[in-house]
């Protein structure tokens, strides 16, 4: 079955280091993002990306890094410079075409900063 | 800028009452409107959707109808049971470009 494949589903990281959070999707859906929430919060933008090797910053960009060298991957860095980093971060993707897009989400991937 | 406002929680139900969780949205044009439903530990799942004025998407006894007259998006369910407990997101895609924008979700429990 086609679908979303985030890993870990769970990370504890020590302060000041880096920690790659993986998404990787069989659906050949052209466009994926990330998404951070916090408890009791909505999902807030980080990064997306619309086609290989280009990608635009979301609503809080700012600590976070990623790459799309491949259409079914889209792996997000949480760097030392993200001041607050431990929160649930979901990985999505869309087909890309105009009309009745939905956005099929992958099981998420809980970082706790120790 | 575009946005979606939705009731606030926690919304908390005895089984098999009736259940609305409002929506209003702030678009230019004409969005596409989406019930997200988020189950403890997991990820997004898709529970509706509705493209167009006066459509209505339903699954699973949840129903919302796209009401541009007053940009809202109402999700409703007549007798709720214990397994919908779970915190609701409406959200909209806009006709141009692949932008969406989430509320802040509605946590719900319901109680036996």
């Known amino acids: 079955d086609g679908g979303i494949t985030q890993s870990p589903k769970y990370l504890f990281r020590k302060e000041g280091q880096n920690v790659t959070l993986s998404c990787e999707q069989n659906?050949?859906?052209?466009?994926m993002y990330w998404y951070r929430q916090d408890p009791g919060q909505g999902l807030r933008l980080i990064y997306y990306s619309q086609i290989v090797n280009d990608f635009q910053k979301g609503d809080i960009a700012e600590g976070y890094s990623v790459s799309r060298e491949k259409k079914e991957s889209f792996p997000l860095t949480v760097t030392s410079a993200q001041k607050n980093p431990t929160a649930f971060y979901l990985c999505a993707s869309l087909l890309g075409h105009s009309g009745a897009n939905v956005l099929t989400f992958g099981a998420g991937s809980r970082l706790t900063v120790l | 800028g575009d946005s979606v406002t939705q009731m606030e929680g926690p919304v908390t139900l005895s089984e098999e009452a009736f259940l609305t969780i409002n929506c209003t949205y702030t678009?230019?044009?004409?969005?596409?409107l989406f019930w997200y439903v988020q189950y403890p530990g997991e990820g997004l799942q898709l529970l509706l959707k509705?493209?167009?004025?006066?459509d209505k998407g339903s699954n699973k006894g949840f129903e919302a109808t796209y009401r541009k007259e007053t940009t809202s998006f109402h999700l409703e369910k007549g007798s709720v049971q214990v397994s919908d407990s779970a915190v609701y997101f409406c959200a909209l895609l806009k006709n141009t470009g692949n932008q969406f924008y989430f509320g802040t979700g509605t946590s719900l429990t319901v109680i036996p």
């Open positions: 659906l050949n859906h052209d466009a």
């Open positions: 509705a493209t167009k004025a006066d």
């Open positions: 678009a230019t044009g004409y969005p596409s």
